[in-house]
């Protein structure tokens, strides 16, 4: 590939996405200057809030199962309690929440180490 060509894609992309800003910009009726350091700052907030959300949901499944194999079996009358039944599903939502945090993980990183891309895809959604 020669390098005008490379240069010439390289522009026309670069006004592709600055229309696409101008768009998104005009649709909530701001200015680019206004409405990019926004979309920016809202990726690292995402990110973070991603974080926390799925940490708090982990500790307090994991809090929910130690007492519930512990209350399990009620050892005053052999049987099964019903906070031990809940303690044994907290398990299962242990389990659905590590695996969200896992599935979300390029993502929250993404966020957090480039905003600047996540926030150009960001874009590109609002205007399809």
């Known amino acids: 590939m020669n390098t005008t060509n490379t240069l010439e894609v390289i522009q026309t992309f670069g006004n592709k996405i600055d229309s696409y800003i101008q768009i998104a910009a005009e649709k909530g009726n701001q200015t680019v200057e206004h409405f990019w350091p926004i979309i920016v700052r809202q990726q690292s907030i995402e990110a973070w809030v991603l974080i926390m959300g799925i940490s708090l949901m982990i500790l307090v499944c ?21 906070s031990g039944v809940l303690g044994i599903f907290s398990g299962f939502c242990l389990v659905c929440c590590i695996s969200a945090l896992v599935f979300n993980f390029s993502d929250i990183v993404a966020k957090l180490l480039n905003p600047e891309y996540t926030a150009l895809q960001e874009v590109i959604k609002m205007i399809k």
Do not use: P, W
Request: net charge positive; glycine share 4%.
């Open 62 to 82: 994991f809090v929910l199962l130690k007492r519930g194999i512990r209350d399990f079996i009620n050892k005053e009358t052999n049987d099964v309690s019903m």
